[in-house]
Nanobody, 124 residues
């Protein structure tokens, strides 16, 4: 299991921006992808965005056009740039490694790890 550490959360007014970071040492060399999820109070966990080992990205419709996922392979770090934030974006944001076509069988377990989360609060 790799150790995932998120940072960058905080409080911001509507329309503002935050950049979240998720560092998972070795995830790039292990062939892991990276996902961002969020869970608002009283709601189910929601998938937000994913980036694969080849750099391809996908987004939930709710954040498309406002959020951008990227990575720095040398630093084993994934970023989630969040712009034009809305109160409904308020949630605990967590990153998770994921299995991709590049993942070796021996690394499957390490590509299924969660971080502890970072809180994002957007006020109106």
């Amino acid at each position: 299991q790799v150790q995932l550490v998120e940072s960058g959360g905080g409080s911001v007014q509507a329309g503002g921006s935050l950049r979240l970071s998720c560092t998972a040492p070795g995830f790039t060399s292990n062939g892991c992808g990276m996902d961002w999820y969020r869970q608002a109070a009283g709601k189910q966990r929601e998938w937000v965005s994913s980036i694969s080992t080849d750099g391809s990205t996908v987004y939930a419709d709710s954040v498309k056009g406002r959020f951008t996922i990227s990575k720095d392979k040398a630093k084993d770090t994934v970023y989630l740039q969040m712009n034009s934030l809305k109160p409904e974006d308020t949630a605990m944001y967590s990153c998770k490694t994921s299995i991709t076509s590049y993942t070796l069988y021996s690394d499957y377990e390490s590509c299924a790890s969660w971080g502890q989360g970072t809180q994002v609060t957007v006020s109106s």
